[in-house]
């Protein structure tokens, strides 16, 4: 880690200089942090799978849901986020899985651009929804798919 520091380069109480130097590598610096809250969310991986379906099946089956929870030795603000590995139409909800297929993920009670606020909460469970969708102006083929995205968990 190499940590930069910036110099006053002009008398005290007229403002910072603006000489920027890396300090050795030789210099230890102590940082001191006092931890204010722990959390833990569960399960930490989530897997929609769907299993032996070809198009037909794919096209009427219902979307699929898992929880997570995360809970907090204190009270936090929550702030939880979807964002596709590979992001089709756009938009932060789908996902190319292959095959002419998109994989749609929300999390429930979302805001438009899929996002959930939780003020000031020890505890919240939230549940995620994937539906397998054909992508617009493609034919979904029968075959593998597969796809990702990340769950952010932002707490303040």
């Known amino acids: 880690v190499r940590i930069v520091a910036i110099k006053n380069s002009v008398p005290p109480g007229n403002g910072w200089g603006s000489k920027i130097d890396a300090l ?4 230890n610096i102590t940082l001191i942090y006092n931890t204010k809250n722990t959390c833990n969310i569960e399960p930490q991986d989530i ?6 379906m070809n198009k037909q099946t794919i096209l009427n ?3 699929l849901k898992k929880q997570m929870t995360v809970t907090c030795a204190q009270p936090v603000d929550m702030y939880f986020s979807y964002k596709p590995t590979n992001i089709i139409d756009g ?3 789908d996902t190319d899985v292959g095959n002419g297929w998109k994989a749609r993920l929300t ?3 979302a805001t438009s651009d899929n996002t959930v606020n939780v003020i000031n909460a020890k505890q919240k469970s939230i549940t995620l929804t994937s539906q397998i969708l054909e992508q617009e102006g493609h034919d979904g083929e029968f075959g593998e798919i597969n ?3 990340v769950l952010y968990v932002d707490f303040e």
């Open 61 to 63: 089956a219902p979307p």
């Open 147 to 149: 796809g990702s995205g």
């Open 24 to 27: 050795p590598e030789n210099q």
């Open 47 to 52: 897997t929609f799978e769907y299993f032996n």
């Open 91 to 93: 938009n932060n909800e």
């Open 107 to 109: 999390i429930d009670g």
